[in-house]
């Protein structure tokens, strides 16, 4: 089935591109290409694409900034969803509600500029709030489930608000994994002054400084209960272990470092880190990656 022309025959007004490189939207680089791409202008746009895709039991995969995501080698049968034309951003007082596309830089900038603090531990961290709720992304000070009062969402094609306790959030989990869309969030932040916040977001920058360069997915491995997958990589004597395209960095063990391979290069060398890991280790480390499938 020719998916551009199913979409755009029951959508004609849905922007809709076909055969997206993911190589352009996200930030590994790798992958083929996805036969369409969609960005849904409202949430009721979002809805009742989702009600088709389900309904026609098409494949199909949400993304947002794609900073923790790694998609397939060749084409991807089925429709991309992503939200960055839900970026409303507005504030009641300390509580913000932000469309599922707005950026982490854009959050944090709008917040900063109210007063509002909370949100500069995301300083840095690239992400739509879709993705970072979906991911509960964070730093060890932070993490969207601190903030999240209500989640606009949707399950199974029906829109939904979802308090904080139905997002069942976890360590770089959230109920938005499988399969309910996030649509938008309201965070709570607190009133704050100007200097505390410039002094926040200064030091979660400078935590970021020494991060590694290069396309990469950020974290690769959940950090296990008390310990870190970087230090764990590390001690395996993996940093530089390298496949095809794909290397252990040697500034940080826990991210892969794509410098022109594929997605397959990266997908071995995960697998065989995950192995030595268990072999040298006993530990069995688990992906924060989420895969395209
Ligand atoms: C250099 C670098 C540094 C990083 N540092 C950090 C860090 O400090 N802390 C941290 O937590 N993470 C970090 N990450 C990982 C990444 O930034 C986070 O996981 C972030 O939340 C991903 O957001 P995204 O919008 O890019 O989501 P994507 O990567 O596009 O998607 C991630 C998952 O969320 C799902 N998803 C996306 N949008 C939605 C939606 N609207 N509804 C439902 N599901 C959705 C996807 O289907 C996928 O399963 C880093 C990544 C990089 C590349």
Do not use: W
């Not at 389900?54 to 947002?64: A, S, T, V």
């Not at 410098?259 to 397959?264: R, T």
Request: proline share 3%; aromatic share 8%; charged share 20%.
């Amino acid at each position: 089935m020719d998916l551009y022309a199913f979409v755009k025959n029951r959508f004609p007004e849905l922007p809709a591109v076909r055969s997206l490189a993911f190589s352009r939207c996200t930030t590994i680089g790798v992958g083929g290409s996805a036969a369409v791409a969609v960005s849904p202008r409202t949430v009721e746009e979002a809805a009742e694409l989702l009600c088709v895709l389900l309904r026609e039991r098409i494949p199909h995969y949400f993304l947002g900034a794609g900073a923790n995501v790694l998609p397939p080698d060749g084409e991807y049968e089925g429709v991309i969803v992503r939200f960055s034309a839900l970026n409303a951003l507005y504030a009641d007082g300390t509580e913000v509600y932000c469309g599922a596309g707005v950026t982490g830089g854009a959050l944090c900038r709008f917040a900063r500029a109210r007063l509002l603090s909370g949100a500069e531990c995301f300083t840095g961290i690239p992400m739509t709030v879709g993705g970072g709720i979906a991911m509960n992304a964070g730093v060890r000070d932070g993490h969207f489930s601190d903030l999240v009062c209500r989640v606009v969402a949707l399950d199974r094609g029906r829109i939904a608000v979802l308090g904080k306790g139905d997002c069942l959030f976890g360590n770089k989990r959230s109920v938005f994994q499988g399969g309910i869309a996030v649509l938008g969030a309201s965070l709570m932040l607190r009133f704050s002054y100007r200097e505390e916040i410039e002094r926040n977001t200064c030091y979660f920058r400078m935590r970021r400084k020494d991060l590694p360069k290069g396309r990469s997915m950020g974290c690769v491995f959940v950090n296990p209960e008390g310990e870190s997958a970087g230090e764990l990589i590390d001690r395996c004597g993996l940093k530089g272990a390298r496949i095809g395209g794909a290397f252990v960095s040697s500034a940080h063990a826990n991210f892969i470092i794509s410098d022109g391979g594929s997605s397959a290069d990266v997908s071995a060398l995960i697998a065989f880190v995950r192995k030595q890991v268990y072999a040298q280790t006993g530990v069995l480390l688990r992906e924060e990656i989420r895969r395209i499938v």
